[in-house]
């Protein structure tokens, strides 16, 4: 898996939509990107991946760019419970996790204010 | 929802010991991984596993880590001879199929005095 990178942080407020952008610029055609979260004393957790295409789940909505050099998660609403390292990863593999495991960067810690 | 279960929640050991850290995946999922988190630091990827062998395996997992599916439910992490750099959160992980994300459990703490 090849790197990304994204802010080591961002704040926010409660309520509010929040856009975390991942630059992945060496992504190969094949690659999927995914985003993972981590909270508080947690495990990492799935939160959306795609291809193209935007993509849109119960968690979050992913913005692809047209040249797939970059992303944005979305999340509509923030909530408290948001708050956590959120990691953008574009796999070689061009699937979830597959026999592969994914690599890990630093994330964007992200903070949410009440 | 099903959920990736990991035991201990944390683990001491002395240098030099061995210890096992046992995962139960969930039940219908195919694909297994064990990832370690030092404190402060990135989530690494060690191992993975599929069909009953190692798909893939990282620098980190020397000869002092093997791993084992010795039933059809449990997936475990044994580290032969433990080092004080061991010490980290351990995350099991599994996956439906080649194409599913990843549900990890909630990790044991190492901690290697």
């Known amino acids: 898996d090849a790197k990304t990178t994204q802010p080591n942080s961002m704040e926010s407020n409660e309520e509010e939509p929040v856009h975390l952008p991942c630059n992945h610029s060496t992504i190969s055609g094949t690659d999927y990107i995914h985003w993972y979260r981590q909270l508080p004393s947690q495990g990492p957790e799935y939160v959306i991946h795609g291809l193209t295409s935007n993509v849109n789940n119960r968690m979050a909505s992913l913005a692809i760019a047209e040249d797939r050099k970059s992303s944005t998660l979305i999340l509509h609403r923030a909530t408290l419970r948001d708050a956590a390292v959120y990691y953008c990863?574009?796999?070689?593999?061009?699937?979830?996790?597959?026999?592969?495991?994914?690599?890990f960067g630093k994330g964007t810690h992200l903070i949410i204010q009440p | 929802e099903p959920e990736v279960t990991q035991t201990p929640s944390h683990q001491v050991t002395q240098m030099g010991q061995e210890v096992i850290l046992r995962c139960v995946p969930i039940s219908n999922h195919l694909y297994f991984y064990w990832y370690r988190q030092i404190l402060g630091q990135k989530v690494e990827f060690l191992v993975s596993?599929?069909?009953?062998?190692?798909?893939?395996k990282s620098e980190i997992f020397d000869d002092q880590f093997s791993v084992e599916r010795p039933d059809g439910s449990n997936f475990t992490l044994k580290i032969r001879s433990t080092k004080l750099e061991d010490s980290a959160m351990y995350f099991c992980?599994?996956?439906?199929?080649?194409?599913?994300?990843?549900?990890f459990g909630n990790g044991t703490r190492l901690t290697v005095t």
């Open positions: 992980a599994s996956a439906g199929s080649f194409y599913s994300p990843l549900h």
């Open positions: 990863i574009h796999s070689g593999r061009g699937s979830g996790g597959g026999a592969d495991g994914l690599t």
């Open positions: 596993f599929y069909n009953n062998e190692i798909s893939e």
